[in-house]
């Protein structure tokens, strides 16, 4: 799933100094790379650890910021469909489902805005925000398919056109 701007990772990943919910998003990466390798299978468990650690830890906090990081949801995300594929369906869903509420609590920032006119310098955050609030609503609709639940998310989304 192309959600995560590669020129945007690139320029932060490198860097000594990472905000938790950018440690939390590069484990879930390589927890992805580790599986789709047969070299690095070894070290996928570990670097899945990790990944659920660094994410489930600001859940844990005294307080939770007034925005969510959209790092943060990346990371539920992705690491949602690695469960779903290789660990269990119910803890896939489960990790989907912490996204799919971090999205529906900031759900402005997510959905397409039908006034929205970026700037150049904010269109690849605004495109990252709506390339992972399409995977969240795909993955819902799957897994409402496959579990015979109600999707979290309305079929009446705004939409560009």
């Not at 939390?24 to 990466?29: E, I, P």
């Not at 070894?42 to 899945?48: I, K, P, R, T």
């Not at 992972?132 to 109600?150: E, H, I, K, Q, V």
Request: with cysteine; aromatic share 14%; net charge positive.
């Amino acid at each position: 799933m192309p959600i995560v701007h590669q020129g945007w990772y690139s320029s932060w990943a490198r860097q000594t100094t990472k905000t938790r919910q950018q440690l939390g998003l590069q484990y879930t990466l390589w927890t992805a790379a580790a599986a789709a390798s047969a070299h690095y299978q070894g070290m996928g468990e570990a670097l899945y650890y990790e990944a659920r650690r660094l994410i489930r830890d600001p859940e844990e906090g005294p307080s939770s910021p007034a925005t969510t990081e959209i790092e943060y949801v990346q990371a539920w995300l992705l690491l949602a469909i690695h469960e779903l594929m290789f660990i269990d369906f119910r803890r896939g869903w489960i990790s989907a489902g912490r996204a799919f509420r971090l999205i529906q609590l900031d759900w402005a920032r997510y959905t397409d805005d039908l006034n929205s006119n970026c700037a150049s310098a904010q269109w690849i955050e605004t495109e990252q925000k709506r390339r992972t609030f399409w995977m969240a609503y795909c993955l819902d609709r799957f897994m409402s398919l496959r579990s015979g639940s109600p999707p979290t998310f309305s079929e009446q989304v705004r939409t560009n056109k």
